[in-house]
């Protein structure tokens, strides 16, 4: 719907191998051939469900294509041209930085690399803003979750206010939010944003307190803080008097069967409180969607008005990372691209 490609939109939270386009796999795919992937291992296609667990074996897969810099300046600047294409206006992309000894890809370059598709990209007029979160898989442990707290630390100081903060992601099943807390209160301690992903399943409770302790800059998910699926009223409470805004992805969740269906999604217990949520892809690639998609699915699920529709994009703007001039610029965007009908 034309309405919602043209909505000036903020995407808080999308991880930059999930985001891989159709076309683009087709070319990674092309580059590779001897790894025999098929699309249908990178994509969750319409009416499909999988397991948690089997979404993170598509990253796995996905990986394995994207494991040089030529790939990843080819795919970060892919994404960033799918999203401006989309209406998004100012995007936070996330990513893992991964070192391949194959390739002679390292950490650094990976960051490096990503910050040159943004340069590019501006460079190329492409009308949206961009800023970048780097990425701890929790998986990998406390060790590298501090080495890459650090990597994140230079990044933050060497460049030019692209790099704005630190995500940790990663299969929730695996290890312990406990573990992580050093590396995260460092990377608060300095000045790094932190968009963490918590209460994905029902088993982080505890975790999701303890990370509320730092508190963290914004919450990714958050699908079992409420009474309702396990979670508690303090966590609620909490949540809400730290004011700390959620990154909502509906299909992500009803692909990945933490939701049971759309009617359903933790959307609504949030929004109907007033609280601060922002709609978002989390990977547009693997899960076949794109924010304007998103956008439409919550409006058309829970009867939002396109005024109402207008303002969820429109204070996306204040819980993004950016530093205030930008805000202020976006706000403005707002307001010239506001349709009079509104
Ligand atoms: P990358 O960081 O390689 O650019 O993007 C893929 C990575 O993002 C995955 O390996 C995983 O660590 C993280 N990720 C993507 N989607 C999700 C999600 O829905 N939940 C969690 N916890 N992590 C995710």
Not at 275 to 291: A, R, Y
Request: glycine letters at 6%; charged letters at 25%.
């Amino acid at each position: 719907d034309l309405f919602y490609r043209l909505l000036p939109k903020v995407e808080l939270h999308a991880h930059l191998n999930g985001c891989v386009s159709f076309e683009t796999m087709e070319r990674l795919i092309a580059r590779k051939p001897h790894l025999n992937i098929e699309h249908s291992m990178t994509a969750i296609r319409a009416g499909q469900r999988r397991t948690l667990d089997e979404c993170f074996q598509v990253f796995k897969v996905i990986h394995q294509l994207v494991d040089t810099e030529e790939d990843i300046l080819m795919v970060a600047k892919a994404v960033i041209r799918e999203f401006a294409a989309d209406g998004v206006k100012y995007l936070e992309l996330r990513s893992t930085p991964r070192s391949e000894e194959k390739t002679g890809l390292t950490k650094t370059k990976y960051v490096e690399t990503v910050l040159e598709a943004i340069r590019q990209c501006k460079q190329e007029g492409v009308d949206i803003e961009v800023r970048f979160l780097i990425a701890v898989d929790r998986r990998n442990g406390p060790e590298v979750a501090m080495e890459t707290v650090k990597l994140a630390e230079d990044f933050m100081l060497s460049s030019d206010g692209l790099v704005v903060g630190l995500d940790l992601s990663g299969n929730p099943e695996v290890g312990h939010g406990k573990d992580l807390l050093p590396a995260l209160q460092r990377a608060k301690n300095s000045a790094l944003r932190l968009a963490l992903h918590m209460s994905e399943i029902p088993s982080q409770k505890e975790e999701s307190e303890l990370f509320l302790t730092l508190p963290p800059d914004r919450i990714g998910h958050g699908t079992f803080l409420h009474p309702g699926v396990g979670g508690s009223d303090s966590l609620v409470n909490k949540v809400r008097q730290l004011n700390v805004p959620l990154e909502l992805c509906l299909t992500s969740n009803v692909k990945g069967q933490t939701v049971p269906s759309y009617d359903k999604h933790h959307f609504s217990y949030w929004y109907q409180r007033g609280h601060p949520c922002v709609i978002c892809t989390d990977d547009k690639g693997v899960f076949c969607t794109e924010l304007s998609q998103e956008y439409q699915l919550a409006a058309t699920t829970f009867g939002l008005s396109p005024e109402a529709v207008w303002t969820l994009s429109q204070q996306a703007i204040r819980y993004s990372f950016a530093p205030e001039c930008i805000k202020q610029q976006l706000e403005q965007r707002w307001m010239e691209l506001r349709p009079q009908v509104l």
